[in-house]
């Protein structure tokens, strides 16, 4: 119990906590000051040593910024903060809310409820498509699994002799450490005998491939055998090199259309990152054909469904490019995961970093499941609504 008496502060308190616990606060923006020493203040998340804090800074009438970090257990001390302003925006990744507090006093918290749903939801896999947000603290790659310095990303260019991620490759950085920590969530999905048998499709530089094998060979010691494969043959030579370079045995990189390309191996897992356009529903194909038993897919451009959308229904949409576009998007996305459904995967789509960051931040994610027959009744039911959303959305069938 907190000491605050209105309701929707209270709610707003449960919201930060919550939000902060599970790492999906961006931030809470408090402003329209009820005391004259304070103007505004925000409360963000701050990693001191291993414990994560909220920070709360406040900017003074005297043009002094104060820090103040208050421990999760310690959050009623929110309480007061709350009660100094009129109006506080909560920005989390599982959406946002926006308390107001009007000068008779009467407040209200829009959205609040909303969020609160999502966040306290019981369904776990509903929390999990939350994106974490990366918790700042002074040494910026604390809480990554890659902290810089591991020698594929000095062979890459991703960071210097010392370990120091080059700016200009921070945002790539980022979203290899984000993939690899979507790949540790579905580590039990992947069978515990060695070796691993992983494809990157479309791998191009092929910074996740390294990472991955990384991640599995030197971090957990498997024995991994995985295979990039992409189009430039000069990428796919450098990568190679790179490979023999850093003494990743296991590693190999070959030059063709993933199209093309087939193993006799039993594949376990297929990844791929930003494969162009339809590149992306021939990795999904490919997984589906293997059966692998995770696919791990953020998609690129999609240019197809924008090219072909032929949807009287959808025209009040489509007629505005730039919402054709989000529709595509989604639709395209949508459609891919009904694919994997219909063929025996328990699919979710995730979100790989920040949308501030790039907007293809979507991530596909496939689990096969075991016992599922892909010739059975609710197999054929899956397709059935596939081809039905697919006709809906062309104007044709497959
Ligand atoms: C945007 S890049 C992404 C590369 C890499 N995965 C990354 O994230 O840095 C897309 C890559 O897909 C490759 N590609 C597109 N279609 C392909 C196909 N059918 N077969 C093999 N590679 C393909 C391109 O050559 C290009 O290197």
């Not at 709350?82 to 990744?93: A, G, V």
């Not at 991703?158 to 490759?169: F, H, I, P, T």
């Not at 479309?202 to 060979?217: D, N, P, R």
């Not at 193993?263 to 990795?283: E, G, K, P, Q």
Request: glycine share 6%; proline share 2%; charged share 25%.
């Amino acid at each position: 119990m907190t000491n605050l008496t209105d309701k929707n502060a209270e709610l707003l308190l449960r919201l930060i906590g919550k939000a902060a616990q599970i790492e999906t606060l961006k931030k809470a923006v408090f402003s329209k000051s009820l005391a004259a020493t304070v103007n505004k203040a925000t409360l963000t998340l701050k990693a001191i040593g291993n414990e994560k804090v909220l920070q709360l800074e406040s900017f003074c009438s005297d043009n002094k910024a104060k820090h103040k970090n208050i421990k999760f257990e310690e959050l009623d001390l929110l309480a007061e903060t709350i009660e100094s302003f009129s109006q506080i925006n909560l920005i989390t990744t599982a959406g946002d809310c926006e308390f107001k507090r009007s000068k008779s006093g009467n407040t209200v918290l829009l959205g609040g409820a909303k969020l609160e749903k999502l966040l306290f939801s019981e369904n776990s896999e509903t929390v999990k498509t939350f994106a974490k947000v990366t918790v700042g603290s002074n040494n910026k790659n604390k809480n990554y699994i890659l902290k810089g310095d591991e020698p594929f990303l000095k062979l890459l260019e991703v960071s210097d002799k010392n370990g120091r991620v080059y700016d200009k490759k921070q945002a790539k950085f980022r979203q290899i450490n984000r993939f690899l920590e979507l790949i540790r969530d579905v580590e039990h999905a992947l069978p515990a005998t060695d070796p691993l048998r992983i494809c990157d499709l479309c791998c191009g530089k092929s910074y996740l491939s390294f990472a991955v094998y990384h991640y599995f060979a030197v971090i957990k010691g498997r024995q991994v055998k995985m295979t990039g494969v992409d189009l430039k043959a000069d990428v796919i030579e450098y990568c190679s090199s790179v490979a023999k370079a850093l003494g990743f045995d296991g590693l190999e990189f070959l030059c063709g259309d993933v199209n093309l390309y087939d193993t006799i191996d039993r594949v376990n897992m297929v990844i791929s990152l930003h494969a162009c356009d339809t590149a992306t529903d021939i990795v999904i194909g490919k997984a589906i054909e293997w059966q692998a038993d995770v696919l791990l897919s953020t998609p690129c451009c999609h240019h197809d469904l924008n090219r072909r959308l032929n949807c009287e229904q959808l025209s009040f949409i489509a007629d505005y490019s730039m919402l054709r576009q989000k529709l595509c998007d989604a639709a395209t996305d949508a459609l891919r995961l009904k694919l994997l459904e219909a063929n025996g995967y328990e699919t979710a789509a995730l979100e790989l970093i920040d949308p501030e960051e790039t907007p293809k931040n979507i991530m596909l994610r496939g689990i096969r499941k075991p016992f599922f027959d892909r010739n059975g009744e609710r197999a054929q039911r899956l397709m059935a609504e596939y081809n039905e959303i697919y006709s809906f959305l062309l104007g044709e069938s497959k």
